[in-house]
């Protein structure tokens, strides 16, 4: 329940107007990063899966779900379509032999590598747009970014 007549101090509003300046321009960068690729056709969502098992494999869907983040049902079929495309393949987990976890193939991992490639040569040539203090600027919050993203 508010109190009346306070309010929130003006550097927390400021933040959080930042914050959103940061989150809507962080959004349209992954969006055309997204639409200017050509190494793969994949759904949005199997890339980001894609992505994810190549990061943390091996991985089992629930995981997969929570963290794409998509439904159980969403990441099953979406690993199903990986799968039926060579770029995935489910074996027993290596800590519950009872349960199936994903790991990329050969084809997989070159698809990965050839997108992260073109991703960073395409945002390589977005951040040529700026002067060097700022594109030193922004590499250092990349950093900073990284640490954030690294504790989800």
Do not use: N, Y
Request: proline fraction near 7%; charged fraction near 25%.
């Amino acid at each position: 329940m508010p109190v009346p007549g306070w309010r929130f101090p003006t550097e927390v509003i400021t933040m959080a107007q930042e914050a959103l300046q940061l989150l809507v321009s962080m959004h349209r960068i992954v969006r055309h990063l997204r639409r200017s690729r050509t190494t793969t056709l994949l759904h949005p969502t199997q890339f980001l899966a894609l992505m994810l098992i190549a990061d943390e494999q091996p991985i089992r869907i629930g995981e997969i779900a929570a963290r794409v983040p998509c439904s159980q049902p969403t990441a099953t079929t979406t690993v199903a379509a990986l799968e039926q495309s060579g770029l995935v393949r489910r074996e027993p987990d290596p800590v519950d032999g009872r349960a199936t976890a994903v790991v990329l193939t050969d084809t997989g991992a070159a698809t990965v590598e050839a997108s992260g490639r073109q991703a960073a040569d395409e945002l390589a040539h977005l951040l040529s747009r700026l002067d060097e203090p700022d594109r030193a600027l922004v590499l250092k919050a990349g950093e900073a970014l990284a640490r954030i993203a690294d504790d989800l």
